[in-house]
Every structure is written in structure tokens, then in C-alpha cells.
């Protein structure tokens, strides 16, 4: 996971892309913040 410019603890960070469509269409499902099936982003690990 990374970070974009400017955040904040508490912000989400970014998720790399997915390798197939299965993993696109299983990150619809389990919670992740997709704004494309290329991006994503989910809650920052502590």
C-alpha cells in the first residue's frame, strides 16, 4: 500500500491495481473504497 501526497494518519492509503478481474471484482465485495477497477483504496494498517 502507499500513501498519496498530503496525507494524514487516519486518511485511506492506495492499493496496488489488481493482477486479473477476479481480484477487481472480489475488491467490490470485500470492503475496499474502488473508485475504478484500477483504484482502490482501504483503511491504513497501524
Do not use: H, N
Request: with cysteine; proline share 13%; net charge negative.
Amino acid at each position: 500500500m502507499t500513501t498519496p501526497e498530503g496525507w494524514q494518519p487516519g486518511d485511506k492509503c492506495i492499493v496496488p491495481p489488481p493482477a486479473t478481474q477476479a481480484a477487481a471484482e472480489e475488491r467490490l465485495k470485500s470492503g475496499f473504497e474502488v473508485t475504478d477497477w484500477y483504484f482502490s483504496k482501504t483503511s491504513c494498517p497501524a
